[in-house]
């Protein structure tokens, strides 16, 4: 949905749906992706009327007077979801393990999330449409990913192709399960898991894929600019929109707010290396036109 189809359905639901209820936008003071989703959030809730305010999460208060805390990233969350008094929750801008862990001993009331990671048939028909004709596609899963196993597979299956995973310890070398996972795969699927992926561990990883003549398919625009073929992401601004918009179906002046389920985002984009991409023999075309095929296929689901 375009920004200005979110601002036309506030000023159509905004008056009974959201009427004066208060909302607070809890995020870090640092980092693009909190700033960027949170500027937009309340400048769109502003424009609607509504009565909307950024907090810092240093030093925040649960308000009594609060009908929705916005929590933007894992801490924010972790600390909205144990204020007292506790007022409904919405997270966002963090992944569906750190959404479970946080919810383990949070204090009871509504709480839902919008999920930064992409649905596994997303992420595999992205894969598919990548790399034409692969069929086993590698993944590295650990302590924070295993959970997401059974829905791999049976996105892999909806979509044609056969899922080998490898298994991480947490404080174990990821390269030694990459490379016994390269000679069987044709693709590398990069999922958010720490224990495999993170800042000491990309630039090797993503060399031994290169290396070993295999592309990596990766969750986020830095995999790609460090050496991903392609990653299917959300951007912070269109986080923002689907906040807005599912805020504008809530009836925030109720007793009992009725939150929907958390769920993975349903906008996104897709980024891709050319470089990269001509370097492994694949020609990978416009990365707009790639997300409109991907939005075509959901369509047709």
């Given at each position: ?53 950024r907090v810092a999460l240093e030093g925040w208060r ?141 630039e090797p990883l993503l060399l031994a894929t290169f ?16 050496g991903a073929v392609a990653a299917v992401h959300s ?67």
């Open positions: 949905m375009r920004p200005a189809l979110f601002i036309l359905l506030l000023a159509v639901v905004a008056p009974t749906a959201l009427g004066a209820a208060r909302v607070q936008v809890l995020a870090p003071a640092e980092g693009e992706a909190y700033t960027t989703t949170a500027r937009e959030l309340v400048a769109q809730l502003h424009r609607a009327g509504v009565e909307v305010e649960a308000d009594a007077g609060t009908a929705l805390v916005i929590a933007l990233g894992s801490r924010a969350t972790h600390a909205a979801l144990r204020a007292a008094p506790r007022r409904p929750v919405l997270a966002a801008l963090l992944p569906r393990d750190a959404w479970d862990q946080a919810m383990v001993g949070a204090a009871s009331g509504p709480a839902t999330a919008l999920w930064i990671d992409q649905p596994p048939e997303r992420e595999l028909r992205l894969v598919k449409l990548a790399v034409p004709g692969a069929r086993k596609v590698g993944v590295l899963l650990g302590a924070a990913t295993l959970a997401q196993r059974p829905g791999l597979e049976r996105a892999a299956a909806e979509v044609g192709c056969e899922l080998r995973v490898r298994m991480v310890a947490t404080g174990s070398d990821p390269k030694l399960a990459l490379g016994a996972l390269i000679d069987e795969v044709d693709v590398v699927l990069a999922l958010p898991e720490p224990a495999a992926w993170n800042r000491v561990t990309v290396r070993g003549g295999r592309p990596l398919v990766g969750f986020s625009p830095t995999y790609v600019r460090a951007t912070p601004l269109q986080v923002a929109h689907e906040l807005v918009a599912l805020i504008a179906r809530l009836d925030l002046g109720a007793v009992t707010l009725d939150l929907p389920a958390p769920r993975h985002p349903r906008e996104f984009e897709v980024a891709t290396n050319p470089e990269v991409a001509r370097a492994l023999g694949l020609a990978l075309g416009d990365p707009t036109a790639l997300a409109e095929r991907l939005r075509a296929m959901e369509a047709r689901r």
